[in-house]
């Protein structure tokens, strides 16, 4: 079992940039992969961003690409995700989430451990 706990959503205004953190109880933490999901009323859950349990190999939603970077350290049992330039549209309950695998994949139904999430809201 690994249990995950998120932290670091608020509420910021356009182009503010915020730091999630989620950190792993998993003590071989460095064989999941993590990443994270966003969900808003109404939609369904999308994949923001991923990254492999060594940390080399990392993907993005095109959404998010050049203003979203995911980080992780393996020391800590936590891995990040740095958004920058924030847009309303990247309001959403954040969500961490962690798969046994080296592979970083975009859906969701192939991670099966998830945090409780943490709210960005984006708004001027």
């Known amino acids: 079992q690994v249990r995950l706990v998120e932290s670091g959503g608020g509420l910021v205004q356009p182009g503010a940039s915020l730091r999630l953190s989620c950190v792993a109880s998993e003590r071989s933490v460095n064989t999941v992969t993590l990443a994270w999901f966003r969900q808003t009323p109404g939609k369904e859950r999308e994949f923001v961003a991923g990254?492999?349990?060594?940390?080399?190999?990392?993907d993005y939603t095109n959404a998010v690409k050049g203003r979203f970077t995911i980080s992780r350290d393996n020391n800590k049992n936590t891995v990040y995700l740095q958004m920058n330039s924030l847009k309303p549209e990247d309001t959403a309950v954040y969500s961490c989430?962690?798969?046994?695998?080296?592979?970083?994949?975009?859906?969701?139904?192939?991670?099966?451990?998830w945090g409780q999430g943490t709210q960005v809201t984006v708004s001027s």
């Open positions: 990254v492999s349990w060594s940390g080399g190999t990392t």
């Open positions: 989430a962690a798969r046994r695998g080296a592979s970083v994949p975009m859906q969701g139904d192939y991670y099966n451990y």
